[in-house]
């Protein structure tokens, strides 16, 4: 487990090991959110967050979410901050209760959104951390899981631009810096999902 999260009455301890060198602690901030990443990035950059949805790939709906009868969905969504991409989830969710169910897929409440709706707080593991280098750009990536009962997703986030943590609103407001699209989502693709980790983020 890459992040521990512990706390007694008089104290709070969340220790991110196996993460890059290089980390900044805004970085860490980022790494270690559970379920609550665009109330962050709204906070650090006071504006709202958007979401746009590329693309949501369900499985049948022919009776009500359960454990003997899950409902899974691939689907990849991009965090908008004043029109720029600063960060791309790709995910794939499985759902047991019929509550998710509705809130996910018939009110189409994003994933941090479903577990605040039912009002549960997720268990959070941190999978893996990497920081390539895409095309000239600093990219921080993590993969992570998120779980509570009736409700479980596997995601993988790219922040496509690490300078956005250390320039804020210039980087926001670059035009230059921002013409083209994301170099690691140059071609959507519905992925199988057993492919999305390999390298870019889909393929």
Known sequence: MLAQDSYNTASTSVKLSCIPDDTTGLERIMLASQGDLQRL????????????RIYANASPRVRPASSQHPITQSRQVHLLCASRVVCIATSIVTITSPDSERFFLDDKYPIGQTFRQLRRSPQFTLLSVETPIIRGKRELRRRYTLETEGFHTEILEVFPDRDMFYRGEDWL????????????????VKPDWRTVYTGRVVH
């Open 41 to 52: 990035l709204s906070t650090f950059f006071a504006r709202p967050i958007h979401v746009e």
């Open 173 to 188: 407001l670059d035009a230059s810096d921002a013409e083209g699209i994301p170099c690691s989502v140059a071609e959507i």
